[in-house]
C-alpha cells in the first residue's frame, strides 16, 4: 500500500458543525515513507481517525481510500491481510490481554506472522528497561510498562502504514526516546509510513508533516 486519503471525511457525530480542522472535512494523503503527527484536543476524534482507518469503525461521512481503492468496499477477508500485512496499530488504550504474560501478549501477533524471532524481541525488551517483565502478566504491570509491551506488539508484523494514538502519554522522557528510535528503525527497516496522534507529549521525531485535528 503506497497511500491513504480522506476525502472530506468527517465523523457522524460531527455532522452539522464546521470544524476547524486541518483533516475534517479536507482531502489529505498520508504517503508511505513519510512521517506524519496529528495533533488534537480531547474529544476532537483523534482515537476515531485511527479506528476509521484500521476499519474497526464506519461511522463517518465521506471517503476513505487504500491506493485509490474506497475502503467501504473492503470484504472481512481483505481487512484481515491488510491488518496482517499493511497496517498497524498501537491503541491508545493498549488492548493487551491482562491475564497473559507481556510476552505472550507479543506472540500472539507475532504467530500469526513469524515476522520476529524470539531473540529480536527479547532485545527490544531489553532496550525499553521491561526485560524482566517477560513473564509477568500485563495486569501486574504499571500502565507505563504495558505501553512498551504495546509498542512492540504492533511491531512484530509487516506493514506499510503504522499507527501510534498517544503512544507515550505515560513515559518519561528516556523511554519516550528508546521507544521512538526502536520504532523508527523498524519503520525505516519496511520503508513504512507513520501516523503519531497526540494531544500534548508527542514522540521528538523528524516529522515530514504536522497536522491540526
Same mark, same amino acid.
Given at each position: 500500500? =503506497?497511500?491513504?486519503?480522506?476525502?472530506?471525511?468527517?465523523?457522524? &457525530?460531527?455532522?452539522?458543525?464546521?470544524?476547524?480542522?486541518?483533516?475534517?472535512?479536507?482531502?489529505?494523503t498520508f504517503q508511505k515513507g513519510?512521517?506524519?503527527?496529528? =495533533?488534537?484536543?480531547?474529544?476532537?476524534?483523534?482515537?476515531?481517525?485511527?479506528?476509521?482507518i484500521i476499519g474497526y469503525r464506519?461511522?463517518?461521512?465521506?471517503?476513505?481510500?487504500?491506493?485509490?481503492?474506497?475502503?467501504?468496499?473492503?470484504?472481512?477477508?481483505?481487512?484481515?491481510?491488510?491488518? =496482517?500485512?499493511?497496517?498497524?496499530?498501537?491503541?491508545?488504550?493498549?488492548?493487551?490481554?491482562?491475564?497473559?504474560?507481556? !510476552?505472550?501478549?507479543?506472540?500472539?501477533?507475532?504467530?500469526?506472522?513469524?515476522?520476529?524471532?524470539?531473540?529480536?524481541?527479547?532485545?527490544?525488551?531489553?532496550?525499553?528497561?521491561?526485560?524482566?517483565?517477560?513473564?509477568?502478566?500485563?495486569?501486574?504491570?504499571?500502565?507505563?510498562?504495558?505501553?512498551?509491551?504495546? !509498542?512492540?506488539?504492533?511491531?512484530?508484523?509487516?506493514?506499510?502504514?503504522?499507527?501510534?494514538?498517544?503512544?507515550?502519554?505515560?513515559?518519561?522522557? =528516556?523511554?519516550?526516546?528508546?521507544?521512538?528510535?526502536? !520504532?523508527?528503525?523498524?519503520?525505516?527497516?519496511?520503508?513504512?509510513?507513520?501516523? &503519531?496522534?497526540?494531544?500534548?507529549?508527542?514522540?521528538?521525531?523528524?516529522?515530514?508533516?504536522?497536522?491540526?485535528?
Amino acid at each position: 500500500m =503506497e497511500r491513504i486519503e480522506l476525502l472530506h471525511t468527517l465523523p457522524q &457525530v460531527f455532522q452539522g458543525r464546521e470544524p476547524q480542522s486541518q483533516i475534517w472535512l479536507q482531502d489529505v494523503t498520508f504517503q508511505k515513507g513519510q512521517t506524519y503527527l496529528v =495533533e488534537a484536543n480531547s474529544g476532537t476524534g483523534k482515537s476515531s481517525l485511527c479506528s476509521y482507518i484500521i476499519g474497526y469503525r464506519k461511522d463517518y461521512l465521506g471517503t476513505i481510500r487504500f491506493d485509490g481503492k474506497d475502503i467501504r468496499k473492503n470484504r472481512v477477508s481483505e481487512w484481515t491481510s491488510l491488518r =496482517e500485512r499493511n497496517l498497524s496499530l498501537l491503541f491508545q488504550e493498549l488492548r493487551l490481554f491482562p491475564e497473559l504474560t507481556a !510476552m505472550e501478549n507479543v506472540q500472539i501477533k507475532n504467530g500469526l506472522t513469524g515476522h520476529k524471532n524470539r531473540q529480536e524481541i527479547e532485545t527490544w525488551f531489553e532496550r525499553l528497561g521491561i526485560a524482566d517483565k517477560m513473564s509477568a502478566k500485563v495486569d501486574r504491570m504499571s500502565y507505563g510498562q504495558q505501553q512498551r509491551v504495546a !509498542m512492540i506488539r504492533a511491531l512484530v508484523q509487516p506493514f506499510d502504514f503504522l499507527l501510534v494514538d498517544e503512544p507515550i502519554s505515560h513515559l518519561d522522557d =528516556e523511554n519516550s526516546a528508546i521507544m521512538g528510535e526502536i !520504532m523508527m528503525e523498524e519503520v525505516r527497516k519496511q520503508e513504512a509510513g507513520v501516523i &503519531v496522534t497526540s494531544i500534548g507529549k508527542h514522540m521528538s521525531l523528524s516529522y515530514d508533516k504536522t497536522f491540526c485535528l
